[in-house]
C-alpha cells in the first residue's frame, strides 16, 4: 500500500489536499451518467464501481499515491491506474481523481478506508489473503479531450507518472466469435515473466473478451476468455513449457501451453512473439472446472496464430503515445 505524507500539497497551486478536502465535494457518479465527467473545484471524478446507496456516515478514505504508471485507452481519454489493495490483499474502493490543465493532468487516489503504517501491516496477522470472485474493474477516468502530449503528475508530490498504450495499442482485425474487446488496463510485467526476469522499466497494457462456446458462464467469469497484451521492451511469456516454434508478421514467435491432469487437458495457450521494441502476447484460457472438457474452452494454435498475424502493430515512429 502507498504511504504519502500528510497535508500534501496542490504542485501547482501550492493549496493543501487532504482526503477531508475531497469528502467535503458533491461527486457525480459516471456509472449514472454513462461517461458523463463532474468538474468541481477542478477535480475530474472518475467511477470504476457500481453506483452504491449513499449512507448518513461515510466510510474513511484517505489520499495515495498512483502507483507505476497509468494506461491511456485507444482513443486517448481514459486513464487507468492499479488498485491500491487494503491489508491482507482485501478489495477495498478506489477512485481515482484528476485535475486536469492544458498542459498536465495530476492524478490521485482516493481510497477507502484507514491507512495503516508501514510497521502495522508487518505485523498484521491474515486469516486469509485476498478475495476470490470476478475482479473489480481497475479506477479509470475519462478525460473530456485526448492526453495528447500533456504530462500526468502525481498529484501530491508532482512525481512525473510514465504512460502507456493509446495510438500504440495494435488493432486486431480477426477475432474468435462472441469477443467484444473490453477496456484497456494496465499490466505488470512481473505476471508474465518466467526466469530470467527482464530487467528495465516495461509498461503493459491488456484487453480481454470472452469467446462463445458451447458452455455457459460462471460466477468466476466466462467459459472461455481471450486476452491481448502488449509491453514495451523484451520480457518472457508465461513461464510454461515451449510446445513448439511458429511465426507471426514473419518473425519468429512461440507458442505455450498449460495443462491440467493431462498433457491433453489444456488449460491456457499463448503465442508470444517480439515485434520492434515491443513484446505481444495472445492468450486464450478456459474458465471450466477441471476436466478434458478445458481443451474445448481454449483456442487451438492455428486460431491463435490467425489473431496474431491479424493484428495492426503501431511503431512508436508513428505516434507519441
Known amino acids: 500500500m502507498d504511504h504519502v505524507q500528510a497535508q500534501p500539497s496542490d504542485p501547482e497551486h501550492g493549496r493543501p489536499i487532504t482526503a477531508a478536502t475531497v469528502q467535503r465535494h458533491h461527486w457525480v457518479n459516471a456509472g449514472v451518467v454513462g461517461l458523463a465527467i463532474a468538474v468541481v473545484l477542478g477535480l475530474v471524478v472518475g467511477r470504476s464501481a457500481a453506483p452504491r446507496r449513499p449512507t448518513t456516515t461515510q466510510a474513511a478514505t484517505h489520499l495515495a499515491s498512483v502507483s507505476d504508471f497509468v494506461s491511456v485507452s485507444r482513443d486517448g ?75 500526468v503528475v502525481d498529484a501530491l508530490t508532482g512525481r512525473p507518472i510514465p504512460t502507456y498504450g493509446g ?32 530487467r528495465g522499466f516495461h509498461p503493459g497494457v491488456s484487453w480481454t473478451c470472452a469467446v462463445a462456446t458451447s458452455f455457459p458462464s460462471s460466477r468466476f467469469g466466462p467459459a472461455s476468455t481471450l486476452e491481448v497484451g502488449q509491453w514495451r521492451g523484451r520480457i518472457g511469456s508465461l513461464g510454461l513449457p515451449v510446445e513448439r516454434r511458429a511465426s507471426v508478421h514473419g518473425l519468429p514467435a512461440i507458442i505455450k501451453v498449460a495443462a491440467v491432469n493431462s498433457p491433453t487437458d489444456v488449460i491456457a495457450r499463448s503465442v508470444s512473439w517480439m515485434q520492434g521494441a515491443t513484446t505481444y502476447i495472445v492468450t486464450s484460457y478456459s474458465g471450466l472446472a477441471a476436466s478434458p472438457a478445458h481443451s474445448r474452452a481454449v483456442l487451438s494454435d492455428a486460431e491463435l496464430l490467425a489473431i496474431a498475424d491479424a493484428m495492426v502493430v503501431a511503431t512508436p515512429a508513428a505516434s507519441s503515445r
Open 77 to 151: 481519454r481514459t486513464l487507468t491506474a492499479f488498485a491500491i489493495a487494503g491489508p491482507c490483499g482485501d478489495y477495498v474502493h478506489n477512485e481515482l481523481l484528476a485535475k486536469v490543465t492544458a498542459t498536465r493532468v495530476s492524478v490521485v487516489m482516493r481510497v477507502e478506508g484507514r491507512r495503516y503504517s508501514a510497521s502495522q501491516l508487518e505485523h498484521m496477522v491474515c486469516a486469509t489473503w485476498g478475495t476470490f470472485g470476478p475482479r473489480a474493474p481497475l479506477p479509470s477516468i475519462r478525460l473530456s479531450e485526448p492526453l495528447g502530449a500533456r504530462a
Open 167 to 198: 495510438s500504440l495499442i495494435a488493432r486486431p482485425t480477426v477475432l474468435p466469435r462472441g469477443c467484444v474487446p473490453g477496456a484497456v488496463e494496465p499490466r505488470s510485467d512481473v505476471i508474465t515473466n518466467g526466469p530470467p526476469y527482464a
